[in-house]
């Protein structure tokens, strides 16, 4: 793998005059800034245990090497290896990427995307998933949402696939798995492409296999804000379809292909292939760093013990409310679903209730419990873009949607919460159900 990821600084092993002077490297100085963007802190213990650290880090630097590539190397390698072996999937499946967008761009690339295309999402997800197909002028078809996982509901998939559907993209929204075999069966009878969106997804089982591991390809998100993050940003390409893996590869970095020379030049470029006769020329470069790899391979080793810690957390909230009148909350799973509890997704049934899930968040909000701003019908941003998109008869189509975003759906901070804190949520909860029930 080494040499087709290799990029403009190179390893040249042990020779006498080495290359590794084609970029700067780091010093003491940057890594203690580092250091105290990381952990920062004040007050004198702070200043004192910052100055041992500035002193152990000088000395370090004088006996040290810079490790010589910053971008697409080993550590690249190492996490896709061990991404693979935590999905269970064939060695060289996982690609990592600057993020879930990047990743989702080369599925839609594979399958060929174009204007007057067909691409069937769910109304339920972030634009992330559907701006790919946006920017080409390809027409997305909403399929509406099962009113329980709010996740897309097979059965609208069926009536609205069509001969101009060329890829179906479930999102496995909160982490709680999509009913995929239905659409594995309706893809597969029409030859149609399935990328799974596993933004929230990662870790996840579906009937013994990972999300994101089920259909052609599956997208995973390191973002700061999901469950486990390389550094702030960061995706992973998952694909099932063997040829298009060193494709995709190459489709990282601008298609440019070092095993193919001009005349005595380093490289070349080619086209990369996709499904039948697609061929397109890679324009992003979505190359990652040695240190986004690092930060993943350390949150790999605990991440067995995050999904644990957000599911205890989970459980706790909906034992609180499971007897609740006229609330809904988080699906724990059962033995063919297992959630990664992303988020703590909550319903309000209003006939019960005694209002709905505005009154309930007004009241949270004044009990002091925090209302995560969360997804709307993603056809009301697609609609603004101005792509030509009616509004008003894609909401007529997906009528569970548009009374869950209204009236039923929210979702709560579900993780690093205190015992105290999470009794307090349940506490406000129960009590807010209680006042809107007596009319208060
Ligand atoms: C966060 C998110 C994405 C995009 O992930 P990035 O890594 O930020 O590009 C895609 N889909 C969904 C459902 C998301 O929540």
């Known amino acids: 793998m080494g040499n087709e990821t290799s990029d403009f600084r190179y390893n040249t092993g042990d020779t006498k005059v080495p290359w590794a002077a084609v970029g700067e490297n780091y010093n003491a100085d940057d890594v203690m800034e580092l250091v105290k963007f990381l952990m920062g802190g004040s007050g004198a213990g702070y200043d004192a245990a910052l100055a041992d650290v500035a002193a ?3 000395r370090l630097a004088k006996v040290s090497t810079p490790p010589g590539k910053l971008s697409m190397g080993d550590k690249v390698a190492e996490v896709e290896r061990a991404i693979d072996r935590y999905l269970g999937v064939e060695e060289g499946s ?27 999402v769910p109304t339920n997800t972030f634009i992330a998933t559907v701006a790919y197909p946006l920017s080409v002028g390809a027409k997305l078809v909403f399929a509406d949402v099962d009113p329980r996982t709010v996740n897309m509901d097979p059965a609208d998939v069926a009536r609205k696939v069509t001969d101009k559907t060329k890829i179906i993209v479930p999102v496995h929204i909160g982490g709680y798995p999509v009913d995929m075999d239905p659409i594995m069966e309706i893809a597969k009878a029409r030859d149609i492409v399935v990328m799974e969106d596993a933004a929230h997804g990662f870790g996840g089982e579906y009937k013994g296999r990972k999300l994101g591991t089920i259909g052609h390809f599956g997208c995973f998100s390191f973002h700061e804000v999901k469950n486990c993050t390389s550094f702030g940003e960061g995706g992973v390409l998952v694909s099932n379809v063997p040829e298009y893996r060193a494709e995709a590869r190459r489709a990282r970095f601008l298609g440019v292909d070092f095993t ?20 397109y020329q890679a324009c992003n470069n979505a190359s990652v760093t040695e240190i986004q790899a690092l930060g993943l391979i350390q949150q790999l080793k605990r991440y067995d013990a995050i999904i644990a810690e957000r599911r205890r957390e989970a459980t706790y909230m909906t034992e609180r409310l499971k007897d609740v009148p006229g609330i809904m909350p988080q699906l724990l799973g059962d033995a063919d679903h297992k959630p990664t ?5 909550l319903q309000v049934d209003p006939a019960v209730a005694g209002g ?7 009241k949270l909000e004044g009990k002091g419990v925090t209302n995560i701003p969360h997804f709307g019908p993603i056809y009301r941003f697609a609609a603004a873009i101005g792509k030509g998109v009616d509004e008003a008869a894609i909401a007529a189509s997906c009528p569970v949607t548009e009374d869950v975003f209204d009236r039923r759906y929210t979702h709560l901070p579900i993780y690093g919460l205190t015992d105290e804190q999470l009794k307090y949520m349940a ?14």
Not at 106 to 117: K, Q
Not at 341 to 345: E, G, I, R, T
């Open 56 to 58: 152990a880090v000088g």
């Open 94 to 120: 996982s690609l990592f990427v600057t993020n879930c967008t990047a990743a989702l761009e080369m599925g839609y690339r594979y399958a060929g995307i174009g204007p007057g295309d067909e691409v069937i």
């Open 260 to 279: 193919s020379k001009i005349k005595n030049w380093l490289y070349n470029i080619s086209l990369i292939k996709g499904k039948g006769d697609v061929a």
């Open 341 to 345: 509890f992303h988020l703590y997704q």
């Open 356 to 362: 709905d899930v505005q009154t309930l968040k007004a």
């Open 427 to 440: 506490d406000a909860i129960v009590e807010s159900v209680d006042e809107m029930r007596a009319g208060r």
